[in-house]
């Protein structure tokens, strides 16, 4: 009987409108759920406490043996390991910096590094308070051994109870489990938290056998989705191979849009004004006179030129800017200070000052070959028209140039930098849901969604802001 009346719930209620229809027999299939996706060669051990009124608490334990096949190399066979252990640790301080960063560094190469998924930052996050589980972000880090306990690879996961700070939303996702009668969170998260940049997200030693680690890490990652009981495995912001790659093991496909700034080996900022249309290089060249008009100087500050005066200054504009448009702050003021401390000149922290006074601020990390703009902040007493453009678009483009750097990633959203020379890239999700039965609906979605993404992202590129034939 309480099937009975689950399964008619399901099938009277309002679909959400995001998703559209779900199919006729939607709610008649076999879940998934429970059912393990590999078999490791010595049994897991789980438990998943998760929140709730009674449960203050949440703890969850998993491991995993894994036996790589043999390689037809002998060479291979000399180096390769016949056992990899999969283990969760609930804090990235159980991972040592090295060998954490060891496989960043790999698994990115040197060329396109990637500041946000260093030791550094990550555990900036943890220590200072800001993704913990207190805030929703449970970490659940995963990491690969061989037999002699020699890091393999590394995941950043965590455990959510909620969809905030992830920039690929999945809200209406939530609504539809929960109109059928279904539990969405909490879910788990594969991310670098508050951060959508595009870059790897399983983190592999460079070796002979990385391509199986790979498989290896996957298995893991779904066998945790599934034993946890958890709705759903998200793997936001990968890289394009690595989504490419998920897709054959079981992952649906998103796509988004971002705004990123290429430098065309350009000398100097007039060089690249020299490439947008006449109307676009004169609004801009407008917009920049207005700050020296307002007797506003900017500078850019790295490593130890950044004060602890100027951290304390720049939280409070990131207050201005959070309190006005989210609500609540993601950060914490100890975050800005650690970060200073532990990752030096990987930080660029441009200031704008009205006399000896800071009014405004915007936060970038300097990565193997891009910029990447973080957070922006101003004075909330007083409105400085364009400096918001100046400090966060056309500074970073100057700071791309004098560091020799290809690209300026200026953060999600915002067509307004359209106009500034920035155009429209694609960035990329993957999404694993337990259940079979609302999988087929998020699919059909995802589907229509690309085909909307691309439209807009070629309407951008074709009314673009550069000369003809400039892309």
């Keep these: 009987m309480a099937a009975a009346a689950a399964l008619t719930y399901c099938c009277h209620c309002k679909p959400s409108p995001f998703l559209g229809q779900f199919p006729p027999n939607f709610g008649k299939g076999k879940?998934?759920?429970?059912?393990?996706?590999?078999?490791?060669?010595?049994?897991s051990t789980i438990t998943a406490l998760f929140w709730g009124s009674n449960n203050k608490s949440l703890q969850l334990d998993f491991s995993r043996d894994f036996t790589l096949p043999p390689s037809s190399s002998s060479s291979a066979q000399q180096t390769t390991p016949q056992k990899v252990s999969i283990s969760v640790v609930s804090s990235i301080l159980e991972v040592s910096p090295h060998a954490w960063d060891?496989?960043?560094?790999?698994?990115?190469?040197?060329q396109n590094f990637n500041p946000f998924l260093?030791?550094?930052?990550?555990?900036?996050?943890?220590?200072?308070?800001?993704?913990?589980?207190?805030?929703?972000?449970?970490?659940?880090?995963?990491?690969?051994?061989?037999?002699?306990?020699?890091?393999?690879?590394?995941?950043?996961l965590y455990l959510k109870s909620h969809s905030y700070g992830e920039f690929v939303f999945d809200h209406s996702w939530a609504d539809a489990y929960y109109s059928l009668g279904s539990r969405y969170y909490p879910k788990l998260q594969c991310c670098v938290p508050f951060t959508p940049v595009t870059g790897p997200r399983i983190l592999i030693r460079n070796t002979c056998f990385k391509d199986q680690v790979f498989d290896i890490m996957v298995s893991a990652l779904k066998d945790l989705a599934a034993k946890s009981q958890v709705s759903s495995l998200h793997i936001t912001f990968p890289s394009e191979n690595e989504w490419h790659k998920l897709k054959d093991k079981g992952f649906l496909q998103r796509i988004g849009m971002q705004y990123h700034w290429k430098n065309r080996n350009y000398k100097n900022f007039d060089e690249f004004l020299m490439d947008m249309r006449h109307s676009k290089r004169k609004k801009i060249r407008q917009e920049r006179k207005k700050i020296s008009a307002q007797n506003l100087t900017m500078k850019r500050l790295r490593g130890y030129e950044i004060k602890a005066t100027h951290w304390d200054s720049f939280y409070r504009f990131y207050r201005n800017t959070t309190d006005n448009k989210w609500g609540s702050p993601y950060m914490t003021r100890d975050f800005f200070h650690d970060i200073g401390s532990k990752m030096g000149d990987q930080v660029l922290l441009v200031v704008a000052e009205e006399g000896n006074e800071l009014v405004a601020g915007a936060l970038n990390l300097i990565g193997g070959d891009t910029l990447f703009g973080r957070l922006w902040g101003c004075d909330p007493r007083v409105y400085y028209p364009n400096l918001h453009f100046e400090a966060c678009y056309y500074q970073a483009i100057e700071a791309a140039i004098e560091l020799n750097l290809n690209t300026v990633e200026a953060g999600a959203q915002g067509e307004h930098k359209v106009q500034r020379g920035y155009l429209p890239v694609t960035t990329y999700s993957c999404h694993y849901l337990v259940d079979?039965?609302?999988?087929?609906?998020?699919?059909?979605?995802?589907?229509?969604?690309?085909?909307?993404?691309?439209?807009?992202?070629?309407?951008?590129?074709d009314s673009g802001p550069f000369k003809e034939g400039i892309q």
């Design 31 to 43: 879940s998934s759920v429970g059912q393990s996706v590999r078999n490791p060669v010595s049994a």
């Design 102 to 110: 060891a496989c960043t560094l790999d698994a990115s190469g040197a």
């Design 118 to 156: 260093t030791h550094a930052f990550l555990s900036s996050l943890e220590q200072t308070g800001c993704a913990v589980q207190e805030t929703g972000w449970k970490p659940c880090h995963i990491v690969a051994k061989d037999e002699s306990q020699n890091i393999l690879a590394v995941v950043p």
């Design 436 to 461: 079979d039965r609302i999988r087929q609906a998020i699919e059909e979605f995802l589907v229509r969604e690309s085909t909307q993404v691309n439209l807009i992202m070629k309407l951008i590129r």
